[in-house]
């Protein structure tokens, strides 16, 4: 890696990574970055201890992973992730819709625990669910590892390709925010939206280009395109869309610890698209160490 290192998605045991934040600001200074971003999903709960771990010469930029639902482009909707930067984590409706999707996402992950256990698995519900941090999102990982300790898969990835992933007969749906809505409260919390792996067809459904020009009309202020779901002509088509709508293109690992083979810093982002991250937020500040 050239220049500043700095990787702008990670996440930690508040949501469905398996470092502590403390653990993922050690584990970021171990990779040699400069710049990390803890990024859970629907919770801020990890801010305050990853910010006290910060050591000298590193800077933490606090966020969070918001699911969203959103028109795909082709006459439908599917889900898509944005990753949200420097906002207040005490403005009132976001902290409400923050709180109502960890509700829906641990409803969903006790659902689809319930019906694996029905069929027979060695899965039960009230554990899985009593291994869950107080008010924090349960996510399908937690249900993969309840998998692997039962001996039915060997990983996380084995446990989504067999009985976890979109369109299973365990999987459940949620309830997520509208894409405009989370842009918008976000933005009024003083924050900016990176649209998160948009192009990640693996994964499932996808956007296509005209949606992510229609975001961009609506304040979205980025795209991730260096990121390990991303082959290279996907990240060259994203970097000239984004170029095209003058997006920041970031480049980010998508860090769980040891829930994914990523590393940290796998993937990376430019300084300069950090810093115009930056210019546009005012909802709270970088943690500089």
């Known amino acids: 890696m050239r220049g500043v290192p700095i990787d702008l998605h990670a996440h930690t045991s508040c949501s469905d990574g398996t470092d502590s934040p403390a653990e993922l600001i050690t584990a970021a200074a171990a990779a040699g970055l400069d710049v990390v971003a803890i990024t859970d999903h629907d ?25 969203c639902e959103s028109p795909n482009g082709r006459g439908g ?19 409400a819709e923050q709180s109502r999707l960890r509700a829906e996402r641990r409803t969903r992950l006790r659902r689809m625990a319930e019906r694996m256990a029905a069929d027979g698995f060695a899965v039960d519900p009230d554990d899985v669910m009593d291994r869950l941090p107080a008010d924090s999102p349960g996510g399908r990982p937690h249900l993969a590892q309840a998998l692997i300790r039962a ?22 749906p ?8 989370a842009i918008d409260m976000i933005a009024e919390a003083g924050g900016v939206t990176v649209l998160a792996h948009p192009f990640a067809s693996r994964r499932g459904p996808i956007v296509t280009a005209s949606v992510i020009a229609d975001l961009a009309g609506l304040g979205l202020s980025g795209v991730e395109i260096d990121h390990p779901d991303h082959d290279e002509p996907t990240r060259a088509r994203l970097r000239a869309l984004a170029a095209d709508l003058s997006l920041v293109a970031t480049g980010s690992s998508d860090y769980h610890g040891t829930n994914k083979t990523v590393r940290l810093g796998q993937e990376t982002t430019a300084p300069e698209m950090l810093d115009a991250l930056v210019d546009k937020a005012s909802g709270t500040p970088v943690v500089v160490g």
């Open 43 to 67: 919770t801020t709960a990890g801010w305050a201890e990853a910010a006290a771990a910060v050591p000298a010469g590193m800077r933490l930029i606090r966020g969070a992973e918001l699911s």
């Open 77 to 95: 909707t599917c889900t898509v992730h944005l990753l949200a930067y420097l906002f207040d984590a005490e403005s009132p409706a976001l902290k």
């Open 151 to 172: 001996g039915v898969v060997a990983t996380v990835d084995e446990a989504f390709a067999k009985y976890l992933g979109t369109g299973s007969r365990y999987h459940a």
């Open 174 to 181: 949620r309830t997520d925010t509208p894409v405009e809505t």
